[in-house]
């Protein structure tokens, strides 16, 4: 069975920081780009940042370059996101998606002091 | 980076009947490997998104042939043949042709 599981989120202050974990089972991860999706409250869905399957490739959107920082660990079939400098316009839900095919349930990060 | 923009925004089905959403990008998705990376996703209420299409028209694994996909270039279209309750939610467009990758903003379609 399929699974992606997202580490729980929280409440950060603004300015605060913030890892997310991404653990996976029962498909290939090695062979997997990996990306980070996240959903504000009522919005749409944002794609945040992608990583291939041998790190060699990353790429971040606008929104986040500089403050985000994605990372994998394919012996652990786990993909991370390090976020900084973390701005009320940061508050999602934040999913983990292998290729776009296989989706977590999501993690609620909240920016609010 | 690419804009992708659907409609409608919103739009009511009657079970059985047939439902047609739209997507447009503001560049082609044609890739020089002769493959088209349009995307279609539904996120159910209080749910993931889900993949119901790749490439246009592929369906993802265990997704009922009643959804099928079309188009070319820059105008996209999703169909359902017949609608059923469980389809209700928001239907995404997404291009993967470059980076950003980017959604458009939703089809919300209710019963």
Redesign the interface.
Known sequence: EVQVVESEGGLVKPGGSLRLSCATSGFTFSKFTM?W?RQAPGK????VS?INNSSNDI?Y??SVRGRFTISRDNAKNSVYLQMSSLGAEDTAMY?C?GE??L????TLVTVSS | DIVMTQTPLSLSVTPGQPASLSCKSSESLLHYDGKTYL?W?L?KPGQ????LL?EVSSR?PGVPDRFSGSGSGTDFTLKISRVEAEDVG?Y?C?Q?IR????????TRVEI
Not at chain 1, 103 to 106: F, T, Y
């Open positions: 990306n999706v749409g869905l944002e794609w992608s790429q959107a606008d999913y998606a776009f095919e989706w977590g349930q999501g | 995307y996703f996120q993931s998104p889900q993949l790749y993802f928001i995404y997404m993967g980076p950003p990758w980017t959604f458009g903003q939703g």
